[in-house]
């Protein structure tokens, strides 16, 4: 099991300096609104994945008014992990002071899996957030493909680059543009195949554990939409050449993937009910806490930001039921603690509370 002993912030969000020490499986952090909880658990997320849950950008992680920040954890086998973002706006990442030379030689060592608000994104908006799932799923249990994204989103830039130079013109220097088609295909080809792999693995577990927390039986489903099922990128760029120079965009490619949810066969975001959706979140997140779980043989620090809130009793009883039998470690806010009394009211191990002021 991952599981984190205590972390220290320096000028990382809201946070001047701090250090919090997690003494109990299960720790709920409580306070009012705006306070610094959901930042706690983004440092943790942080330490596990080399970059934050909520934003792209580290400078937007650096309290305002500084410049630098500093992140640090010891996990339960003892070894500390550190995170330095250096005036310069330089980034290090290591683990018992040694230096990763790159920051994916990282993803993996722990891990972890946070459910928040904003997360039902996943459902209404645009395919990068899926995408963006998927991949940040499957890269901690599988390095290379880690390695085949990376190489495949420089490529796309540069191809995109050169197609943009081109300005909408004929004739474009073919032999490049081959050679960038040929480059794409070759990291493509398995990256297709791991999302494919993985998708109908998650929607096994998602079945599972939407029928356990929903208060009605729908029958729910995860379809991996990629052209690339049925024909090569190789073939799609030689003959959608012509549609790319016009745009000057790359029109066709893994970068174009995306996550069909449907609920009794149709579209998901538009028959589904509030109640609902979050039953497909949590299941959907909870798919990958397993998922997880089973392929790196550690049990995910799992993170629970905001849950019950504007979510009915009923669900949160029995996402709590579910959670609880986990036995990992896992971390709450709330800005009530007499509600989360309640809702974890029957959990065998002790609850940590720490008041956020």
Same mark, same amino acid.
Do not use: W
């Given at each position: 099991?991952?599981?984190?002993?205590?972390?220290?912030?320096?000028?990382?969000?809201? *946070?001047?300096?701090?250090? %919090?020490? %997690?003494?109990?499986?299960?720790?709920?952090?409580? #306070?009012?609104? #705006?306070?610094?909880?959901?930042?706690?658990?983004?440092?943790?997320?942080?330490?596990?994945?080399?970059?934050?849950?909520?934003?792209?950008?580290?400078?937007?992680?650096? /309290?305002? #008014?500084?410049?630098?920040? %500093?992140?640090?954890?010891?996990?339960?086998?003892?070894?500390?992990?550190?995170?330095?973002?250096?005036? $310069?706006?330089?980034?290090?990442?290591?683990?018992?002071?040694?230096?990763?030379?790159?920051?994916?030689?990282?993803?993996?060592?722990?891990?972890?899996?946070?459910?928040?608000?904003? +997360?039902?994104?996943?459902?209404?908006?645009?395919?990068?957030?899926?995408?963006?799932?998927?991949? #940040?799923?499957? =890269? !901690?249990?599988?390095?290379?493909?880690?390695?085949?994204?990376?190489?495949?989103?420089?490529?796309?830039?540069?191809?995109?680059? *050169?197609?943009?130079?081109?300005?909408?013109?004929?004739?474009?220097?073919?032999?490049?543009?081959?050679?960038?088609?040929?480059?794409?295909?070759?990291?493509?080809?398995?990256?297709?195949?791991?999302?494919?792999?993985?998708?109908?693995?998650?929607?096994?577990?998602?079945?599972?554990?939407?029928?356990?927390?929903?208060?009605?039986?729908?029958?729910? /489903?995860?379809? *991996?939409?990629?052209?690339?099922? $049925?024909?090569?990128?190789?073939?799609?760029?030689?003959?959608?050449?012509?549609?790319?120079?016009?745009?000057?965009?790359?029109? *066709?490619?893994?970068?174009?993937?995306?996550?069909?949810?449907?609920? $009794?066969?149709?579209?998901?975001?538009?028959? =589904?009910?509030?109640?609902?959706?979050?039953?497909?979140?949590?299941?959907?997140?909870?798919? !990958?806490?397993?998922?997880?779980?089973?392929?790196?043989?550690?049990?995910?620090?799992?993170?629970?930001? +905001?849950?019950?809130?504007?979510?009915?009793?009923?669900?949160?009883?029995?996402?709590? !039921?579910?959670?609880?039998?986990?036995?990992?470690?896992?971390?709450?806010? +709330?800005?009530?603690?007499?509600?989360?009394?309640?809702?974890?009211?029957?959990?065998?191990?002790?609850?940590?509370?720490?008041?956020?002021?």
């Amino acid at each position: 099991m991952s599981s984190l002993k205590n972390i220290s912030l320096f000028h990382f969000k809201n *946070y001047e300096q701090q250090t %919090f020490v %997690f003494e109990k499986e299960v720790v709920c952090l409580i #306070g009012k609104n #705006g306070v610094g909880k959901t930042s706690i658990l983004d440092a943790i997320y942080y330490l596990c994945f080399t970059k934050s849950y909520f934003v792209s950008n580290d400078s937007h992680c650096i /309290k305002n #008014g500084t410049q630098g920040m %500093f992140i640090k954890g010891r996990f339960d086998d003892e070894r500390e992990v550190k995170c330095i973002i250096r005036e $310069n706006g330089k980034k290090e990442f290591s683990c018992d002071e040694e230096v990763y030379s790159k920051l994916s030689s990282h993803i993996g060592k722990y891990s972890s899996v946070m459910i928040a608000p904003d +997360d039902t994104q996943l459902i209404t908006e645009g395919s990068e957030l899926r995408r963006k799932f998927l991949d #940040g799923m499957i =890269a !901690q249990i599988d390095p290379v493909y880690l390695q085949h994204i990376s190489s495949y989103a420089k490529l796309l830039v540069q191809r995109n680059a *050169y197609l943009k130079s081109c300005k909408g013109e004929i004739p474009v220097d073919l032999t490049l543009l081959k050679l960038y088609n040929e480059q794409l295909n070759h990291h493509a080809e398995p990256i297709v195949m791991k999302r494919k792999f993985f998708v109908e693995k998650l929607i096994e577990e998602a079945t599972h554990i939407y029928q356990v927390l929903a208060n009605d039986i729908e029958e729910i /489903k995860i379809e *991996y939409d990629s052209k690339l099922l $049925n024909d090569s990128l190789l073939n799609l760029l030689e003959t959608n050449l012509f549609k790319d120079v016009v745009t000057a965009r790359t029109n *066709y490619g893994i970068h174009k993937d995306d996550l069909a949810f449907t609920m $009794n066969g149709m579209p998901l975001k538009q028959v =589904a009910s509030q109640g609902q959706r979050k039953s497909f979140l949590f299941a959907l997140k909870l798919a !990958q806490y397993q998922l997880l779980h089973h392929y790196l043989a550690q049990k995910p620090i799992l993170l629970l930001d +905001d849950i019950f809130e504007k979510l009915d009793e009923s669900r949160s009883e029995k996402l709590i !039921q579910y959670v609880k039998g986990l036995h990992t470690q896992l971390f709450i806010t +709330d800005t009530q603690k007499h509600r989360v009394q309640k809702e974890c009211r029957d959990f065998e191990q002790d609850i940590q509370f720490v008041e956020i002021v």
